[in-house]
């Protein structure tokens, strides 16, 4: 089986990253467009990999995957298996992007990952114990997001436009995208990539926050979000004998690329647990999406793998 070149795959709604490997070696990367979430996810996952195929003529014969909206995983890894039977697939790993960010972040230890790009999820790993918090799409949550800030400077840019808040930078901002600002929320809700368009409106945010009330309001905002979710998902984790364990976050995506959300974050976590470790991440929800073959049976995210093979 070591022989075997495995596709791994990081499904994401910014971009979907695939990389092929043999025995640990790297041998083709490639990025293609990020899923889309109002379509069904494993059409997308074949689509890109026969994309690669056509693009590289690379050949597979294992698929790990993380990815964001898994459903129902074992009935997805099946579904994909069956898609990619005529490329030669024989076999088929699925886990969603949370455990594949954890493990590319901070590998086989004890805490937490906030994976925060246009959506955000949180994954917890204690001694025993997995907690998920969040992760569930831009109409029910992903509260401190990329597209959660960039709906809120919307929000904050329509609401200094009708006066009902002071005036703001970011209703410059919509303007240079709909100058005819108030026919913008029609354009918008129109346009099939919305989401991702939300959520570029998230760089202007972090940009223009400390000089810019509205923006450093909002970035504070999904610092706390963001802060909340690691809190939730430890507590769910700790183990009742070690109440002060000393956990290791780590913090990834676009949205910790500014430094007042991160500092924020950090803060509000420490000062809920002190002896949290705060760490960069060892590597990329694609790496973590390379390793779900080879996780040992006994760590608490083997179980939330699923493994279809024919």
Same mark, same amino acid.
């Given at each position: ?13 910014? *971009? ?17 467009? *990020? ?14 990999? &026969? #994309?690669?195929? #056509? ?13 964001? *909206? !898994?459903?129902?995983?074992?009935? +997805? ?12 697939? @024989? ?13 590319? @972040?901070?590998?086989?230890? /004890? ?9 955000? !999820?949180?994954?917890?790993?204690? &001694? ?26 919307? +929000? ?5 436009? $009708?006066?009902? =808040? ?24 129109? $346009?099939? +990539? ?9 760089? =202007? ?44 976050? *780590? ?18 976590? #420490?000062?809920?647990?002190?002896? !949290? ?11 973590? =999406? ?8 006994? /760590? ?6 699923? $493994?279809? @093979?024919?």
């Amino acid at each position: 089986m070591s022989a075997v070149h495995v596709l791994a795959v990081d499904a994401g709604q910014t *971009g979907t990253k695939l990389r092929i490997t043999r025995d640990g070696d790297v041998l083709r990367e490639a990025v293609y467009s *990020g899923v889309r979430t109002h379509e069904p996810l494993m059409p997308q996952l074949a689509s890109a990999a &026969r #994309a690669l195929r #056509a693009d590289t003529g690379a050949e597979f014969g294992v698929i790990s995957v993380g990815a964001s *909206g !898994v459903v129902d995983a074992q009935a +997805d890894a099946t579904t994909l298996l069956q898609l990619t039977a005529d490329l030669g697939v @024989s076999r088929v790993l699925l886990a969603h992007d949370s455990i594949t960010s954890f493990l590319g @972040s901070l590998g086989d230890v /004890h805490g937490a990952v906030a994976a925060a790009g246009t959506g955000v !999820v949180t994954l917890a790993v204690g &001694r025993s114990r997995v907690a998920r918090v969040d992760g569930w799409g831009n109409i029910m949550g992903d509260a401190g997001s990329a597209y959660w800030i960039g709906r809120e400077a919307l +929000d904050a840019a329509m609401r200094a436009h $009708d006066g009902r =808040a002071s005036a703001t930078a970011l209703t410059d901002v919509v303007r240079e995208r709909w100058p005819d600002i108030e026919s913008a929320y029609i354009d918008l809700q129109s $346009d099939p +990539d919305r989401v991702r368009l939300v959520a570029s409106f998230a760089e =202007a945010v972090t940009a223009l926050a400390g000089g810019d009330t509205a923006a450093s309001q909002i970035s504070l905002r999904a610092a706390r979000e963001l802060s909340l979710s690691v809190l939730t998902a430890l507590t769910r984790v700790a183990e009742d004998d070690v109440p002060n364990e000393p956990f290791v976050v *780590g913090a990834i995506g676009g949205v910790f690329r500014s430094t007042l959300i991160r500092g924020r974050f950090e803060e509000l976590v #420490a000062e809920a647990r002190p002896a !949290v470790r705060f760490v960069a991440p060892h590597g990329t929800g694609l790496d973590g =999406a390379a390793t779900l073959a080879g996780l040992p049976d006994r /760590h608490p995210l083997r179980a939330h793998v699923v $493994d279809a @093979s024919r």
